[in-house]
């Protein structure tokens, strides 16, 4: 059973370029979570996901952010006209519907951002 | 704003000693805690669980212990690896709102290093 895949693991971008970085969760998962994690410092969560549904988008910046979990494929967290400011680490995360109450969440590899 | 935060941002052992990482947290409405263990470039991955109705948890060479009162947790692991050097991040469940699932509150981070 392949855990939470991302790609890329590495994102270059310049600045005002756009970048979209893709989740698939783990079979079965239906609840996709979305953090940023800025070096030398914990994850901050950014937007909690059902399959089409946005449920808590409360750490999302209000402006060139964007995320999506179409009923078919992967996840995305789209980041228009990229500032150096958004270089991170972007984690995914993923959990079943049955653990929901718990919420264990299974994390990815994350995404790299490097904005020159 | 609520925050969850470590008490020790390094901590090195010898291999074979017994490691105790602190994490306190100030919201009292949390109802779950979590730690993770991330390894440099890699994903956080779930070590255990705990549920404000428990005082203490055990797994595999790690014991998780919940203070209410001083609102303190903290992860212990016996007889330390030198593959247990990473960093550990406590997270609590936000139970605001009522739900019973969405975002994780991460804390900075402990960085444990084992020597051999």
């Known amino acids: 059973n392949a855990g939470v895949m991302q790609n890329p693991r590495h994102l270059v971008r310049r600045r005002g370029q756009e970048a979209r970085l893709r989740c698939s969760p783990m079979k079965g998962h239906s609840h996709v979570y979305w953090y940023r994690q800025l070096p030398e410092e914990g994850l901050k969560f950014m937007v909690y996901l059902q399959k089409e549904n946005i449920i808590d988008e409360s750490g999302m910046p209000k402006e060139r952010f964007s995320a999506e979990f179409p009923k078919e494929g992967p996840s995305i967290l789209r980041i228009q006209q990229v500032v150096r400011g958004d270089s991170a680490a972007y984690f995914c995360?993923?959990?079943?519907?049955?653990?929901?109450?718990?919420?264990?969440?299974?994390f990815g590899a994350g995404t790299r951002l490097s904005v020159l | 704003g609520e925050s969850v935060g470590l008490h020790l941002p390094t901590l090195s052992v010898q291999e074979g000693d017994n490691s105790i990482i602190n994490c306190a947290y100030s919201n009292s409405a949390s109802d779950y805690f979590i730690w993770y263990k991330q390894e440099s470039g890699k994903g956080p991955q779930f070590i255990i669980d705990i549920r404000s109705n428990m005082d203490k948890r055990q797994g595999q060479r790690v014991t998780v212990l919940l203070n209410k009162t001083v609102k303190h947790l903290s992860l212990q692991i016996a007889a330390t690896q030198p593959g247990d050097s990473a960093v550990y991040f406590c997270a609590e469940k936000d139970s605001a709102g009522g739900t019973s699932y969405g975002k994780l509150t991460f804390g900075q981070g402990t960085i444990l290093t084992v020597h051999p």
């Open positions: 995360a993923s959990s079943p519907l049955g653990q929901v109450a718990k919420n264990i969440q299974y």
